[in-house]
């Protein structure tokens, strides 16, 4: 398991070396999830406290007993609603089983 909350910009581009916007295609392994901020091609939000939008949501989300799909949709759901539709995270699933952070 993968979990990246990066802004997915890059703000130092000097215009050399393939600066575009986001993160390169990932093709993930059997068995595996990866988790993004925010949609490729958008940016994530920092939010108003300690962490941004996506960690604080799922930090609350690791907290409830749920499978990690569920989690993972929750969270998604959750950033929507505080961004306003703005930032949608991202997940890359090859689960081969179900898996629970709290049970």
């Given at each position: 398991?993968?979990?990246?909350?990066a802004?997915?910009s890059?703000?130092?581009s000097?215009?050399?070396r393939g600066?575009g916007?986001g993160l390169?295609e990932i093709?993930?392994?059997?068995g595996?999830i990866i988790?993004?901020?925010?949609?490729?091609?958008?940016?994530?939000f920092?939010?108003?406290?300690?962490?941004?939008?996506?960690?604080?949501?799922?930090?609350k989300?690791m907290n409830?007993?749920q499978?990690?799909?569920?989690?993972f949709m929750?969270?998604?759901l959750g950033v929507?609603k505080?961004?306003?539709g703005?930032q949608?995270?991202w997940?890359?699933v090859?689960?081969r089983?179900?898996?629970?952070?709290k049970?």
């Amino acid at each position: 398991m993968i979990i990246l909350d990066a802004c997915r910009s890059i703000p130092f581009s000097s215009g050399t070396r393939g600066a575009g916007e986001g993160l390169a295609e990932i093709k993930p392994p059997t068995g595996t999830i990866i988790a993004f901020a925010t949609s490729p091609g958008s940016v994530a939000f920092d939010g108003e406290g300690e962490n941004g939008v996506y960690t604080t949501e799922l930090v609350k989300q690791m907290n409830k007993a749920q499978r990690v799909e569920d989690l993972f949709m929750q969270t998604r759901l959750g950033v929507e609603k505080v961004t306003g539709g703005r930032q949608s995270p991202w997940e890359l699933v090859r689960l081969r089983g179900i898996f629970y952070f709290k049970k």
